[in-house]
């Protein structure tokens, strides 16, 4: 399977524990994005990669958030301290580094803080 | 600030009959335009998408419309499957990031 994997698929956690997530993008594309999803909205922007670099942080990425991507290839998101408002689906896509060209999104990561 | 707009939630069509999603944006920089398609538990999937100088791109069953001067965009589905079934979220972007609608669920009635 060559699309854009994550892991876990799903994770429940107690509110104040820390969760990380990983993304393992196309292996070609040296654009990787993470976004959030909550019930009933669109998914929204939290931050991107080109290569190994982090260009952009969304205001919605509080400081207990913090996401890597060291040697450009894989990623991780990393939440800290957990709140229930963190429940949510977290996304991760890539893409080629050319402009106007299609996201490719994983299955992404179900959140469940209790 | 939601840039993306679907104002309608939901769509309920009979197989074989056309249906038709909406979107409107308000920032005038957008320049390209995608739809995705979400089935539960899984992640978006690309559709379509049309660049800002087109008003029209079409893929199989798929077409979509743009409207620069009232910054409107639609889907077409025609015929509509019941393998349809499933929520429909419009994106647009001027760099790198997406912007979503809220998505619609379409519905697809044998």
């Known amino acids: 399977d060559t699309g854009v994997s994550q892991n876990p698929r799903h994770k429940i956690t107690k509110r104040g524990q820390n969760v990380t997530f990983r993304c393992d993008p196309i292996s070609e594309h040296n654009r990787l994005y993470w976004y959030r999803q909550t019930l009933g909205q669109g998914p929204e922007f939290l931050t991107y990669?080109?290569?190994?670099?982090?260009?952009?942080k969304s205001r919605l990425l509080s400081d207990r958030f913090s996401a890597e991507r060291p040697k450009g290839s894989f990623s991780t998101l990393e939440i800290q301290r957990t709140e229930q408002g963190d429940s949510a689906m977290y996304l991760c896509a890539s893409s080629p580094g050319t402009q106007n060209t299609e996201a490719f999104f994983g299955q992404g990561t179900r959140l469940t803080v209790v | 600030d939601q840039q993306v707009k679907q104002n309608s939630p939901s769509l309920s069509v009979q197989e074989g009959r056309i249906s038709i999603l909406n979107c409107d944006y308000t920032?005038?920089?957008?320049?390209?335009f995608l739809w995705y398609k979400k089935y539960p538990a899984e992640g978006p999937t690309f559709l379509i998408s049309i660049s800002s100088i087109k008003d029209k791109n079409e893929d199989g069953r798929f077409t979509v419309f743009l409207n620069k001067s009232a910054k409107h965009l639609s889907l077409h589905i025609v015929p509509s499957q019941p393998g349809d079934s499933a929520v429909y979220f419009c994106?647009?972007?001027?760099?790198?990031?997406?912007?979503f609608g809220a998505g619609t669920t379409v519905t697809v009635r044998a």
């Open positions: 920032n005038s920089m957008f320049d390209y």
């Open positions: 994106a647009a972007t001027s760099d790198y990031k997406l912007s």
């Open positions: 990669f080109q290569n190994e670099a982090q260009l952009e």
